[in-house]
């Protein structure tokens, strides 16, 4: 799905429910309600698969304020702080771009969905409580600045980046860091996300194109692209349709294996020499 602003993950997943006339929708990697973009949804036995692409690599584009800090590290929250940012140069704003890319330590947004003592982190900020998350590896493999702009009478600057990243990651926890790296302060104004893991937003419908004509990705082909494949001998097909072990892949990696009619039947990964199904979505080879 191609995620509207203003809508929740959950708001995405109860209107696919209704068009699609099954309680069994989900999704894969929550959206803030300000972002727009790739929004991953299984359907039936396609929920299934959702597991596997959560800890994707995930591309985003957005747009950081630099000179105001506000409660949420995003526009959606109260400024808490401004300051005068034209000082602030290309070179310098590239540089601490660089520092944030790598193996980082980040720290999430205190209004996360990170849960502190069983309640989310955000219901105790708007309760009033002054929360303080833990910092957590994350990878940001490209932070890219394309475009800086002057707003306010160059008070404030604008800029346009593009953030690849690791599974985990904040993009307004990264705004708000390039902001106090340069000293002062940053929040994120807009964020659309382009892909997770092999789907990206070409690929993307709108909740009206599902509306007018209710065409999903079949999950075989889902499948084929997030994981390796493996095609399997008629013989094979049947033992893995009833939950049994076949020859090994010869990979580590968790791996797609399809029946010679393309049905998805399981997904498989070596164990003690054999193919162990961890996953099996025909049984006894039935079509997924």
């Known amino acids: ?19 699609a006339g099954t309680r069994k929708v989900g999704h ?11 929004l991953v949804v ?40 401004e300051r005068i940012a034209a000082a602030v140069t290309e070179e310098q704003v590239r540089a601490a771009a660089a520092r944030l890319t790598g193996s980082i330590m980040q720290v999430p947004s205190s209004v996360s969905a990170i849960k502190v003592a069983g309640e989310r982190s955000y219901a105790r900020v ?8 833990d910092a957590r590896p994350v990878t940001i493999h490209a932070f890219e600045i394309h475009r800086i702009r002057r707003e306010r009478a160059g008070r404030l600057q604008d800029v346009d980046v593009t ?17 106090d790296d340069l000293g002062v302060g940053g929040h994120l104004t807009a964020l659309r996300r382009t892909q997770v893991g092999p789907y990206g937003i070409d690929q993307a419908r709108t ?28 013989e ?6 009833f939950g049994r072990r076949i020859p090994a892949t010869g990979s580590e990696a968790l791996t797609a294996a399809f029946a010679p009619d393309g049905a998805l039947v399981a997904l498989v990964k070596d164990v003690a020499g054999l193919a162990k199904p961890e996953l099996v979505f025909a049984a006894q080879g039935e079509g997924a």
């Open 126 to 133: 708007r309760a009033g409580e002054e929360v303080a998350l």
């Open 207 to 234: 909740l009206e194109q599902l509306a007018e004509d209710f065409e999903v990705l079949p999950l075989a082909d889902a499948a084929r692209e997030l994981l390796p494949v493996r095609e399997l001998s008629p």
């Open 1 to 19: 799905m191609d995620k509207p602003r203003g809508w929740t993950s959950h708001d995405v997943v109860g209107k696919v429910r209704r068009l």
């Open 28 to 38: 894969a990697g929550t959206l803030d309600p300000m972002a727009t973009g790739v």
């Open 236 to 241: 094979e097909t049947v033992e893995l349709s």
């Open 163 to 179: 953030v690849r990243c690791s599974s985990g990651t904040y993009v307004r926890a990264l705004a708000r860091d390039l902001g």
């Open 42 to 81: 299984g359907i039936n036995k396609a929920t299934r698969l959702l597991s596997h692409i959560v800890g994707t690599e995930k591309t985003y584009t957005a747009t950081i304020r630099l000179g105001q800090r506000t409660v949420t590290d995003d526009a959606e929250g109260e400024v808490v702080e």
